[in-house]
């Protein structure tokens, strides 16, 4: 027999913008409603899921397994250990991936999903602790568990009362909750998150030191400051940089000299030939230190309205230098 699809008509732009209105109405009454319900359970689901030795297993079926995935990635990035477990899998073979270290956080809004149910005297013969997020406090599910989370709701935002929505907007909120008391009480820092994430712009950001993305060796632009201007030029124009570091004979930074310096000596007409590095160069300009992160440099120069920051070593002594083109190569900026 043929499935014959459903005729559409044409939209109702008052209704879809009503039905949606309403959407957002009861779901945000979900949450609000969980937030008025919070209390000792969830905070012993804190204390058993922060004082785990192993990790915290999060399980679930359909609409509540798309929910535990991102939750376990949420708790994994934040500082608790964490893996998503499918419950249907679990019964195939996946269970093995449960050790008696761990703590399990079962989804099901109804309590009552077949592949839990089956698991859960498993559970309770590895020793394992369950931490329920149901919206029947009776089920099953509730019934087998140490701690139940009660994410229930008045009612789901889909008008047939059909569709998980508002219930899985529950469940996500709860996990979120879960994972920032989580991530607080274990002192979690920015930086602790953009280890577990070096591929973003965070992690960029504070994982990128300035040794990392600075020009060194013969890639920078240095000269003494008895140098005539013609060879500094010379040394500018062939790194490229658009600046060069006037050094001494250990290679402590005197002074820079900028192409926007030489523009300047143009204007006003100055005999280029008999002038000196030395004579012309900014003394003590900014510096920064190799160790640095890159953000940090690229607040320097926007800070002090400058494209080029030349970098120090421990001793004080050149060891590179970087301009605003090289941090947006890096994507720092």
Request: net charge neutral; glycine share 10%.
């Amino acid at each position: 027999m043929t499935h014959t699809p459903a005729r559409h008509s044409a939209l109702d732009c008052d209704q879809a913008l009503r039905l949606a209105r309403e959407t957002f109405d009861t779901e945000s009454a979900a949450i609000l409603g969980l937030r008025q319900a919070l209390g000792l359970s969830f905070l012993e689901a804190v204390r058993t899921m922060l004082s785990v030795t192993g990790r915290v297993v999060v399980m679930g079926m359909g609409k509540s397994g798309h929910i535990g995935r991102k939750m376990a990635a949420t708790l994994a990035s934040t500082g608790t250990p964490a893996l998503f477990v499918h419950a249907g899998e679990a019964i195939h073979g996946d269970l093995g991936m449960v050790t008696a270290d761990d703590v399990v956080v079962a989804i099901s809004n109804s309590g009552e999903s077949q592949e839990l149910s089956t698991i859960l005297p498993l559970l309770k013969r590895l020793g394992v602790r369950v931490i329920a997020m149901t919206g029947q406090s009776g089920s099953t599910l509730a019934r087998h568990a140490d701690i139940v989370l009660d994410c229930s709701v008045a009612k789901e935002a889909c008008p047939l009362n059909l569709a998980p929505t508002a219930s899985s907007i529950a469940q996500l909120a709860m996990g979120d909750a879960l994972a920032l008391v989580l991530l607080d009480a274990r002192g979690f820092k920015a930086e602790d998150f953009a280890r577990s994430h070096p591929g973003g712009a965070l992690g960029r950001k504070l994982l990128t030191h300035v040794q990392d993305v600075m020009r060194s060796g013969d890639a920078v632009p240095r000269i003494a400051g008895h140098a005539s201007l013609t060879d500094m030029m010379r040394e500018m124009s062939e790194k490229g940089l658009g600046a060069v570091a006037i050094v001494d004979a250990d290679q402590r930074v005197l002074g820079i000299f900028t192409d926007g310096d030489l523009r300047r000596l143009v204007e006003k007409g100055a005999d280029l030939r008999a002038l000196t590095a030395g004579a012309v160069m900014h003394r003590a300009p900014r510096t920064i230190a190799r160790q640095a992160l890159a953000v940090d440099a690229a607040q320097l120069m926007e800070q002090h309205r400058i494209t080029s920051v030349l970098v120090v070593d421990e001793a004080g002594a050149l060891c590179g230098a970087l301009n605003s083109n090289d941090l947006m190569r890096a994507k720092v900026i």
